[in-house]
């Protein structure tokens, strides 16, 4: 059913956006929207994944720099039936992850040591198997698109505005007002349903991946209290990212509303909880070792001592951190 609704959302996206086309220039602009549309599809699925990680100037790791971490992504990779994917950190104090990639064999996850300072190795464990359900259910892909055929809307209502008063224009002037103000709108909507039909389904197979649904019930509610009160300057000065994130970096949402770009964290738990309570936890399929050492340039969440900060800090979690139950 996940699957049909999005479909069905896609195709609302893209016949809002054909139709934008036929505003400006009838039939002839409808078939070049569409051809402008699937150019930037073209370009993004082959170069998103690196433009986002840019972005938020992510590093590559591996399992010299950060062993634990990246034990623990292997070992739910292998869980989920995935090739293993390019790992990577971000220096960002606020907790948060995302993944990205066109396909399985093309993808990257990216976690901020925020993120694994806060949490522990259980917790982590719950937040990467849910970014892996991404990869598996192809949703970095659809997210892309949806952001893409997003972002043409909103360029081509604003056209709207110097070309749609020609002859082929059936709604005249105030059309063309009602699609400037009404379409990227509609689009954002679509958007954020699509994300918040996907974060459900992910959270869901993160849940199978792991064994464990409270897992990641818990890190969402330490999630939550993070994005709240630590800022990150990237994801604010690249809005459009923000849906790929396991949480809205730009704020914590309170309400499941029709603008936010994620359900209700409460609500998202509540779901985990009664996955739970149906049996679905099995003891934990992911490897939590304790053993760690901090990647050299990040003032890591294992007593590091980085660079990633220009000094040395100590680690905010304990040297062996207890699980999501205490």
């Given at each position: 059913?996940?699957?049909?609704?999005?479909?069905?959302?896609l195709?609302?996206?893209?016949?809002l956006?054909?139709g934008?086309?036929?505003l400006?220039?009838?039939q002839?602009?409808?078939?070049?929207?569409?051809?402008?549309?699937a150019?930037?599809?073209?370009?993004?699925?082959?170069?998103?994944?690196?433009?986002?990680l840019?972005m938020?100037?992510?590093?590559?790791?591996?399992?010299?720099a950060?062993?634990?971490?990246?034990?623990?992504?292997?070992?739910l990779?292998?869980?989920?039936?995935?090739?293993?994917p390019?790992v990577?950190?971000?220096?960002?104090p606020?907790?948060?992850?995302?993944?990205t990639?066109?396909?399985?064999?093309n993808a990257?996850?990216?976690?901020?040591?925020?993120?694994?300072?806060m949490?522990?190795?259980?917790?982590?464990?719950?937040?990467?198997?849910?970014?892996?359900?991404?990869v598996?259910?192809?949703?970095?892909?659809?997210?892309?698109?949806?952001?893409?055929?997003?972002?043409a809307?909103?360029?081509?209502?604003?056209?709207?505005?110097f070309?749609?008063?020609?002859?082929?224009?059936?709604?005249?002037?105030?059309?063309v007002?009602?699609?400037?103000?009404v379409?990227?709108?509609?689009?954002?909507?679509?958007?954020?349903?699509?994300?918040?039909?996907?974060?459900?389904?992910?959270?869901?197979?993160?849940?199978?991946?792991?064994?464990?649904?409270?897992?990641l019930?818990?890190?969402?509610?330490?999630?939550?209290?993070?994005?709240?009160?630590?800022?990150?300057?990237?994801?604010?000065?690249?809005?459009?990212?923000?849906?790929?994130?396991i949480?809205?970096?730009?704020?914590g949402e309170r309400m499941?509303?029709?603008?936010?770009?994620?359900?209700?964290t409460?609500?998202?738990?509540?779901?985990?909880?009664?996955?739970s309570?149906?049996?679905?936890g099995?003891?934990?399929?992911?490897t939590?070792?304790?053993?760690?050492?901090?990647?050299?340039d990040?003032?890591?969440?294992?007593?590091?001592?980085?660079?990633?900060?220009?000094?040395?800090?100590?680690?905010?979690?304990?040297?062996?951190?207890k699980?999501?139950?205490?």
């Open positions: 059913m996940n699957y049909v609704r999005t479909a069905m959302l195709a609302a996206m893209t016949a956006f054909m934008i086309g036929f400006i220039g009838g002839s602009g409808m078939m070049i929207a569409l051809a402008i549309a150019a930037m599809n073209l370009f993004s699925y082959w170069n998103a994944d690196k433009m986002v840019r938020h100037h992510a590093q590559e790791i591996d399992e010299r950060a062993p634990e971490f990246y034990r623990i992504v292997q070992q990779a292998q869980n989920a039936g995935l090739p293993m390019k990577y950190l971000i220096n960002n606020q907790p948060n992850a995302f993944a990639g066109r396909n399985p064999e990257a996850v990216a976690a901020t040591t925020g993120l694994l300072e949490l522990s190795p259980e917790e982590v464990a719950g937040v990467m198997a849910h970014e892996l359900a991404h598996k259910n192809h949703d970095t892909l659809i997210m892309t698109i949806t952001a893409t055929i997003a972002g809307i909103s360029m081509l209502a604003n056209f709207a505005f070309f749609g008063g020609n002859r082929n224009n059936p709604l005249g002037i105030v059309g007002l009602l699609t400037m103000i379409a990227p709108m509609a689009a954002m909507v679509v958007q954020m349903a699509i994300s918040r039909t996907r974060e459900y389904a992910a959270d869901r197979m993160g849940a199978e991946i792991c064994g464990e649904p409270m897992w019930a818990s890190a969402l509610a330490k999630i939550a209290g993070g994005v709240e009160r630590i800022h990150n300057p990237d994801a604010e000065a690249n809005p459009a990212t923000s849906h790929m994130f949480m809205n970096p730009l704020s499941d509303n029709l603008f936010s770009t994620h359900p209700n409460q609500n998202r738990i509540d779901e985990l909880r009664k996955l309570e149906a049996g679905l099995t003891g934990g399929r992911a939590v070792g304790r053993s760690t050492r901090a990647p050299a990040f003032d890591g969440p294992w007593g590091g001592t980085g660079s990633g900060s220009g000094r040395s800090r100590r680690s905010s979690v304990p040297s062996h951190p699980g999501p139950w205490g």
